[in-house]
T-cell receptor, first 111, second 113 residues
Framework: SQQGEEDPQALSIQEGENATMNCSYKTSINNLQWYRQNSGRGLVHLILIRSNEREKHSGRLRVTLDTSKKSSSLLITASRAADTASYFCATPNNAGNMLTFGGGTRLMVKP | NAGVMQNPRHLVRRRGQEARLRCSPMKGHSHVYWYRQLPEEGLKFMVYLQKENIIDESGMPKERFSAEFPKEGPSILRIQQVVRGDSAAYFC???????????FGPGTRLTVT
């Protein structure tokens, strides 16, 4: 079974709206990372949040982490058509040498 | 500072041939990871290497797949006697240490005909 699972699997919004994606995981973690993947392209690292952090911001991105609920959320504010992509959460194993990815949320932002 | 480089970007092989995928990590990164992504799925870990050492290959199929990261040159993921089920995107990532962000290359899309 997957360590990280995103919810929803697909999300369609209008440009300017906010998009929220959630990620749940099963075991304790050192950190949780969010990545973006445009269709047919590689992954782009967005944010890393450590287990002792509760919230982190980067531009229009806001990530929260709730270790008691084993969940994280990624909020993209004032979305743009260019934000259309798949978004993945990933967590490292205990040795920190392997990332386990969820199945991703496919976000479509309509202009 | 160039990012992670992978080549080729696209590779077509007939069943039974060998596929060689190359990855050059970011400058200063000594940790290299390979992942495989099947269509419409997330990435699955295959192997983690440091220079001249395979540290964790728990995600690698036991047969036909091998990886190396020599002292000089790129990391190589080698798939012998490819089958149609090997068709996927193969991504390489690198990091300066464990528990850090992993930076991904553009991937090699392997198609087995």
């Amino acid at each position: 079974s997957q360590q990280g699972e995103e919810d929803p699997q697909a999300l369609s919004i209008q440009e300017g709206e906010n998009a929220t994606m959630n990620c749940s995981y099963k075991t304790s973690i050192n950190n949780l990372q969010w990545y973006r993947q445009n269709s047919g392209r590689g992954l782009v690292h967005l944010i890393l949040i450590r287990s002792n952090e509760r919230e982190k911001h980067s531009g229009r991105l806001r990530v929260t982490l709730d270790t008691s609920k084993k969940s994280s959320s990624l909020l993209i504010t004032a979305s743009r058509a260019a934000d259309t992509a798949s978004y993945f959460c990933a967590t490292p194993n205990n040795a920190g040498n392997m990332l386990t990815f969820g199945g991703g949320t496919r976000l479509m932002v309509k202009p | 500072n160039a990012g992670v480089m992978q080549n080729p970007r696209h590779l077509v092989r007939r069943r039974g041939q060998e596929a060689r995928l190359r990855c050059s990590p970011m400058k200063g990164h000594s940790h290299v990871y390979w992942y495989r992504q099947l269509p419409e799925e997330g990435l699955k870990f295959m192997v983690y290497l440091q220079k001249e050492n395979i540290i964790d290959e728990s995600g690698m199929p036991k047969e036909r797949f091998s990886a190396e990261f020599p002292k000089e040159g790129p990391s190589i993921l080698r798939i012998q006697q490819v089958v149609r089920g090997d068709s996927a995107a193969y991504f390489c990532a690198s990091s300066p240490q464990t528990f850090y962000e992993q930076y991904f290359g553009p991937g090699t899309r392997l198609t087995v005909t």
